[in-house]
């Protein structure tokens, strides 16, 4: 009687450890070749920033090191007092969330350019482009001609182009900003600040947000004063 009862023990222990294990949610790591150990990623993260064909350019994923669970576009908690559907970029904090429902976002990590810092208040998507044209700045030529001389001219769209996969083009009172969100094609200035550019995201997620978007869209950008706002709920009530 001892027996079975140790047995129907062990059987038991083994079958919870099995659905422990089922309940396990995988992760995979990656080690650098100078032996850094990277952040987890889970399956999920890693398959949302896979390579894949976009029709005209076949999108490179986002290489392993560039990739964390903080930095993948995620869903959050975002009690702003904004409509569904508005953009709010979050410059100083490297985060844009689009508004997805009461107190709910889904939030991207970005990369801000000299030029993201200059623009705060509102204003709206007027139109937005699937692999852009790009035309250095008279600034840009200025500081780096010998970088930007050779494509004063222009660049096609491109998996090279500095405005990646999608752009999207805010105007304020029917005038451009040259306010920018865009992808990009140096993926480890996302998630920091650089010298040049505007907003700019994975091409993935350049991508994702551009297909949940329309011409006319609200989009708020907060002042350094301001960020951070809307991540608590006493946010809303201020």
């Not at 994702?208 to 869209?217: K, Q, Y």
Request: glycine residues 12%.
């Amino acid at each position: 009687m001892i027996g079975k009862r140790i047995v129907k023990l062990v059987a038991g222990l083994a079958l919870a450890g099995v659905l422990a294990a089922c309940e396990t949610v995988p992760t995979e790591t990656a080690v650098t070749s100078n032996g850094e150990v990277l952040p987890f990623v889970s399956p999920r993260t890693l398959s949302m920033y896979r390579e894949f064909d976009d029709g005209q350019f076949v999108v490179p994923a986002v290489p392993r090191q560039y990739l964390s669970e903080e930095v993948a576009r995620q869903y959050v908690p975002y009690y702003s007092p904004y409509a569904e559907g508005t953009i709010v970029v979050d410059p100083y904090a490297f985060k844009l969330y689009l508004i997805s429902g009461p107190n709910e976002a889904m939030r991207y990590s970005v990369g801000v350019g000299k030029a993201g810092f200059g623009l705060t208040g509102e204003a709206r998507v007027n139109h937005q482009k699937d692999w852009p044209y790009w035309t250095p700045t008279a600034n840009m030529l200025r500081r780096e001609p010998e970088k930007y001389g050779p494509v004063r001219g222009g660049m096609e769209g491109g998996l090279d182009n500095p405005l990646g996969a999608r752009a999207l083009y805010l105007y304020r009172g029917g005038r451009d900003t040259l306010y920018r969100i865009h992808g990009t094609p140096y993926p480890w200035t996302v998630g920091g600040q650089e010298s040049g550019g505007c907003i700019r995201m994975f091409h993935q997620d350049a991508i994702h947000l551009a297909a949940n978007v329309e011409n006319g869209t609200r989009v708020v950008i907060l002042s350094q004063s301001q960020t951070g706002m809307y991540t608590v709920a006493e946010d809303v009530a201020s």
